[in-house]
């Protein structure tokens, strides 16, 4: 397990279509974390799991986010009827609990959605 | 008004030289700070945790002011690879997740 890993790298889709980015956290990690990223900004936080629960969702995550953690180990999100305002990098991160006041996060190389 | 805020610069400084840069955090009962540093279109990874008596790692010193809510990074002797953003981030409690500021960017130049 050489850490977070997420799929696909890069998607380009056209408005009112809809994706689904999967990521798979380092295994013995019980938590996973989606933010989203845009230019300039810093990460921005969207929705967490600790093991297949969802704890937290963000504001952020409008009616058209979806995301689950099915077995606690991958997750997926999904955006469905995507907008342009949904372009941005969606990056996911890993962590074991009880030790991420310690070490933080380690965060997948993202997924860049471009809506055209 | 933004739980974490950092100077975005850019901070341009010559190789050699020493650069330092702030951030301030808004919750007063945030419990670890670290410092991630994020590549052009890459992801952010883990620079340093930032500890209450300060701490440092080879060229990079951190520190913490719980008084005046605000942490810092200093980078001795730079390096051209050390050129990137610089987030300032904080862990508010032990069922927050890490809140970020929207970066600080350096760029080293010969």
């Known amino acids: 397990d050489t850490g977070v890993s997420q799929d696909p790298r890069h998607k380009i889709t056209k408005r009112g279509q809809n994706v689904t980015f999967r990521c798979d956290p380092i295994?013995?990690?019980?938590?996973l974390y989606w933010y989203r990223q845009t230019l300039g900004q810093g990460p921005e936080f969207l929705t967490y799991?600790?093991?297949?629960?969802?704890?937290?969702k963000s504001r952020l995550l409008s009616d058209r986010f979806s995301a689950e953690r099915p077995k606690g180990s991958f997750s997926t999100l999904e955006i469905q009827r995507t907008e342009q305002g949904d372009s941005a990098m969606y990056l996911c991160?890993?962590?074991?609990?009880?030790?991420?006041?310690?070490?933080?996060?380690?965060f997948g190389s993202g997924t860049r959605l471009t809506v055209v | 008004r933004k739980e974490v805020e950092q100077d975005p610069g850019p901070f341009n400084v010559p190789e050699g030289a020493t650069v330092a840069f702030n951030c301030t955090y808004s919750?007063?009962?945030?419990?670890?700070f670290f410092w991630y540093r994020q590549d052009c279109r890459k992801e952010p990874k883990l620079l340093m945790s930032?500890?209450?008596s300060g701490n440092e790692d080879g060229r990079f010193t951190a520190q913490l002011n719980r008084a005046s809510q605000y942490i810092s990074l200093l980078i001795r002797d730079s390096k051209l690879s050390d050129s990137a953003t610089y987030l300032c981030?904080?862990?508010?409690?032990?069922?927050?997740?890490?809140?970020f500021g929207a970066g600080t960017q350096v760029v080293v130049t010969p």
């Open positions: 991160a890993s962590s074991l609990s009880g030790t991420d006041s310690n070490y933080g996060y380690t």
């Open positions: 295994s013995e990690h019980n938590r």
């Open positions: 799991f600790q093991n297949e629960a969802q704890l937290e």
């Open positions: 919750n007063s009962a945030s419990q670890s």
């Open positions: 930032v500890y209450s």
């Open positions: 981030v904080v862990f508010p409690d032990s069922w927050g997740k890490l809140q």
